[in-house]
């Protein structure tokens, strides 16, 4: 019998209860892929938190090979192609709420396809310079030079307040 697998811990995949698992796993994902919520899979099989039956999907799309993860996003799409055709004429006539829906579909659909992913950002110094392409001597002495600037200019501050530049008098 083969152990580890899709089982816990090193668990016999093949046991009853694995195998009781994996099934409620492709149960969920395939209530998931007929349109229903995770709440009504979390209803039908039995869980008291809509968070089960959504781990249980994520799990079962895990397991499942990409072709299948695949077929899913493109019945997502599918659905979203539908209900963006349904509210599409009404929001060019300036409909409120059939742009409000198109624009929540224009959402899913970049969300499903990942076009929302963050900007990549270069770490920078203070100067703008790339700080990934410093060597760690380079690093090093930049700090200790943004440290002592750090500590000349508190140094100043403490000066001009002890002879009180800065201050205005007798506007209490």
């Not at 969920?28 to 009504?40: C, D, F, P, V």
């Not at 899913?72 to 055709?85: F, I, N, T």
């Not at 100067?127 to 500590?151: C, F, H, N, W, Y």
């Amino acid at each position: 019998m083969k152990k580890g697998g899709w089982g816990r811990g090193g668990k016999d995949s093949t046991s009853p209860a694995a195998m009781e698992h994996f099934q409620r796993e492709m149960q969920a994902l395939n209530m998931r892929i007929a349109g229903k919520s995770y709440q009504e899979i979390g209803e039908a099989l039995g869980y008291a938190h809509d968070n089960s039956s959504r781990r249980l999907v994520l799990k079962a799309m895990r397991i499942i090979k990409a072709d299948k993860v695949k077929h899913v996003r493109m019945m997502e799409l599918a659905r979203l192609d539908m209900l963006m055709g349904a509210a599409w004429d009404s929001a060019m006539e300036g409909h409120l709420g059939a742009i409000q829906a198109v624009l929540k579909v224009m959402q899913q659909r970049a969300k499903l396809l990942g076009l929302d992913a963050p900007l990549k950002v270069a770490k920078t110094d203070t100067k703008g310079r790339d700080i990934v392409t410093m060597s760690d001597e380079e690093r090093a002495k930049r700090i200790e030079q943004l440290l002592t600037e750090a500590q000349h200019k508190r140094e100043k501050e403490r000066v001009q307040e002890a002879i009180g530049v800065g201050h205005s008098f007798g506007n209490n």
